[in-house]
């Protein structure tokens, strides 16, 4: 079907364009001509639309509001992408966890600030004196969307849930330290039986309707964090009876705690979300229904959105630059303040050439990144040499910028110290998209010009990549992370501990090991920070395997008349603006 | 005619098969899995849970087998990256996308045969040469920029159509990709009518039926037209077989929620179930397709006998 | 549809009767040369051929290098330095224009090599290699017919570029001009490319062998060998020349669609396809992005179309006047 192959044996008709002359020919390719000439002129068009709004028609009624101050009621229409999965205790993508938000909730959330909150629960958790038991009280009288009570037994369930070895959560690695989880997860080929006790060890048991106890095997700063995290949403276990059976694949089948509840649902077309009424938080959603119109081409959503078909969509950030020239546009392009991802040139350390730190460097130190960001990226990241988040632990992006920043006679001395030959064999696997070519073009120029070296660059698509990544087959790749909860361990604990499960760079360093050890079971805030630090300090320093390149940034496209998403917009937003407090978006009468 | 088509029937069981199975090993020897188009690499704990949930775990052999038991109940397994049935995705998304393939057929059929008749009529005069130009820039254009113009000109620039979605029976979420995808079929069914026309205007019973005073347009509509569909006819089958199974740059050039952009999407998330499902389902309409042609080729052509 | 692959067999080459031997090719030239369009597709496609070629071998005609990154100078219109103007990362797209076309070419001519290898291949070992091998190929042509062609080629493009294979591995170009990415494409898309023209080489030596002077040559003891290179496989020609023809430009386009969806060939090298849907991508910065290679593609198909219109009518006996 791809080829648009001509069937030949079916064009056995002669005729054709016999008696055509010279003329014809002219006339045609002129007329293609003036084709060229129309798409010009509509591509430089102005092509603002002022239609009515399709996609927001406020139905609220009574008062007036004051500006500023959220009022009840409406509708809107806003570009997501299909979820891969509804079930929160499964899943791993920020689409899906994006929509889920929208219709659970959990005990705790984080706030504007990262700050935890409750949300299901009365008050932060009681931890006990030795941080191994976690004492959590819910608040009376909560109920499902459909009226059923939700109760402490929901909340244990959702823990069964996320260990349970059938459903084989993606995250549940994130709460292998609560007792017997790890070793419940693991037990996929034992018997039921031997399944059974082990879910009966599981440390986290329901003291009454309305409390519940954690118990941990380590004392853990971040432990707490998790509760506030997807896969420790409760579980309606009055629809999903056992935590390891099948979460419904329809989600109207569900029931829900967050300020929405599904409708309707279309497979891959749309999900209408309207307002539920038992939501437990500080106060119900403003919103009547909103419907996620699944888009997963960015440039066809802004189409959707300049024709007021869409009151919010993510931007495409390959026409950055036009979208912020455009005098409309421009005014509703926003982006959070904070980003909670960082891209960096991911290097094999521990196999030949890149196992040389002077070439490691000689490659960051030959990158520029500004201009990188400036020319491919539109402009539109942070360029960065720290790999956590500064503000995270209180650093400049830039404060690694003297040692393995942009310096090209740095560079060449690094890579002459490294001893390496101008002809070293070096290729970049990159994906197949246009920015990651853009960028593998614009490093093998760069590289190129400062060091000498042909560096060979190798498309793939993203499962092949994944694959070479998790094997170690790779030399160079762009990749990087995205945090998971607001807190430098996210960003080191298993990514560089030598082995750790997410370090597929070869990283491997003793003194790092040891400071990770000990700053993830460090409870003194302070005294964690630095440690942190310095655990920054040595990845930066020795590149182990990673050169920090930019902090993305995401942009959105938001309607003036919607308000709170934009407001909303932080690290935490999963998709789209503030999506993750979604009961604070309101239509602007 | 009956014993034919049940014996061309028959041979669809073997052909199903071969094309499973080579789509079965084949996609399995592609690198990465289905779990490895994630936002982020899996822990080898997780990795072996998935597998197992999902029976991947077992010998290559070993889940072709179970495949293939499960194909005999009709059952295709679920879809790893929609946590769906493979059929319940099929029978939402293919309705959808037979209505585009559909919509974009009725007009490359009418839009190009009208062209082909009219040029032909009028060889060599105006009429022709803007056929001649539509033909070709028609099909020298591939259709991802021609969604664009359209979009750019009609949408944003007039605001006579919605840029997403697809809604039978709403022209204006229906006309833009109908016209997308069906420009290039229209502009090739335009060439092969105008061409077929030709070689017919020519033959000796025209020129009987001219000679004899039959009018000008009853001689096209009667005579010429019938005669010309013939080869009009042979390619139809493949051009709908085309629309129907590579609608998928269309699908997703305006947000359409069928199973042409799913199995694209499936081959490069290798979701295994539906990559088997919609390849499945496109050989099928292929083979059915090739034996209406067939048929229909025989009962416009008596000269054929099955 | 068979009448007229019959039709082209024309009178028996090496038969008794040798007046017209070179009358089929000289004639078709005759009546190839009086098509004023066919001719001029022919010419400009000539010209085409002899510009991507210099370019690439006199810097002069290119004016800039087709990967110079000019970082002051990005997305810009046509002006004097670029006549085309730049991309989004300041190359010139003229120069990135006739790298592309040249692509391009390989790309469809390399394809409808492998193809008339496997098509002539499989085709006439079908029709020639008695009932078991014809069925057995003919069951596997109604396979990949049947088979998605998107699927084909992604499983195909996969599976080659997944190990350091000798020639169309990726990485170092193991034959001058011809990178093994760009040999992986040939082949992916030649995979789906060769049923149409089996089918075609089949049904045409199907219908030879029964002709007349098939049976007569058989009859004065002609060897199979020399009955299948000097009668069968010479008037098969004209409607496979014709196939070719039209399936250059297709596969040009597949490869467009291929870039489309994103499976191409590694940065800086683009294809035009590859321009067309970076200009896609880019069209609202920079229009000429798309304009560029989207003429571009336009007027090889054309070229190419008329180019290929012109040899059936010339190959085709029937319409000599």
Redesign the interface.
Known sequence: MLTLSVPVEGTNTQEEYRAVSRSKLMFVLGLLAVFAALAISVACGDDDNSSTPAAGNTTASGTTPVAGTPTKGGEITVQHRPFRSFDPHFTAFGRDISQQGMVFRGLYKLDKEDKMQPELAVELPKISTDGKTYTIKMKPNLKWSDGAALTAKDAVAAFQRTCNPVVAGQYSANLFNIVGCEEYYTSAKKTPAEQDTLLKALGVRQLDDTSLEIKVKEPQATFAIQLALWFSWPLPSHVVKAPGDAWPTDPTQLVFSGPFKVQSYKDKDNLVLVRNDNYAGPHLAYLDKITLKYIEDLETANNAYRNSELLMSRANQANLDVLRSDPKLGKEITSAAKSPSVQGLTMLSNVKPLDNAKLRAALSQATDRVTLNKVVLKDANIPTTTWIPGDLIGVKSDVFDKSIGYNPDAAKKSFADSGVAKDVKLTLTILDDAQNKDIAAFLKEQWNKTLGIDLQVEIVDSPTLQKKYEDEKYQIIIQGWTQDYPDAENWVDGLFNTGGPNNHYGCSDSKLDDLLKKAKANLNEESRKAQYVDINKLIAENICGMAPLYQQRIFYLVNPKLKGAADFSTSQDRYLAGDWAVEEWYLAK | MTGYIIRRLLTFIPLLWAVATLTFFLMHAVPGGPFDAGDKALSPTTRAALNKKYGLDDSLPRQYFTFLGDLAHGDLGLSFQRARPVTDVLKDGLPTTAQLGICAFVFALVFGLTLGVVSAVNQNGVIDYISVLFATAGAAVPNFVIAVFLVLVFSLKFGWFDVIGWEFGNPRKMVLPSVALGLFPAAYIARITRASMLEVLRQDYVRTARAKGVTEFRLILRHVVRNALVPVLTVAGPIFATLITGSFVIERAFAIPGVGDAFVNAVFVRDYGIIMGTTLLFALIIAILNLVVDVAYGVVDPRIRF | ?A???QAIVLEPRGFEFQTKQYGLWAQAFQRLRR???AV??GSLLLAIIVMATATSLVPALEGHAP???Q?ED?QSSPSTTHPLGTD???RDLWARMWEGTRISLKIGLGTQLVVLIFGIGIGAGAALGGKWTDNILM?FT??M???????????MK??L??RPWPIIG???PQLPGLPG?LIQVILA?AF??WV??A??VR?QMLSLRETDYVLAARSMGASTRRIVFSHMLPNTLG?VI??VS??IP??I??E???G?????????TASL?TL???G??????N?WM??VP??A???L??CF??LG?GL??AL?P??RR
């Open positions: 549809m009448t007229a692959e098509n004023k369009l001029m597709a990967h110079e990154q970082f990005l989004n990362l300041g069951r109604d396979l017919y049947a088979f998605p062609d998107l699927l084909a080629i992604i499983i996969s599976i570029s997944q990726t990485g170092d990415a898309i789906v490319s149409t023209l089918r075609l049904g409607p014709v196939a039209f399936g297709s596969a386009f597949a467009a669609v291929l489309f969806i994103g499976f191409s060939l590694p940065p800086p396809g067309v849907s970076e896609q991508r880019y069209y609202r910065a229009e798309i304009i989207s003429a593609i336009a007027v198909m054309l179309t008329f219109d059936r009518d085709d029937r319409t």
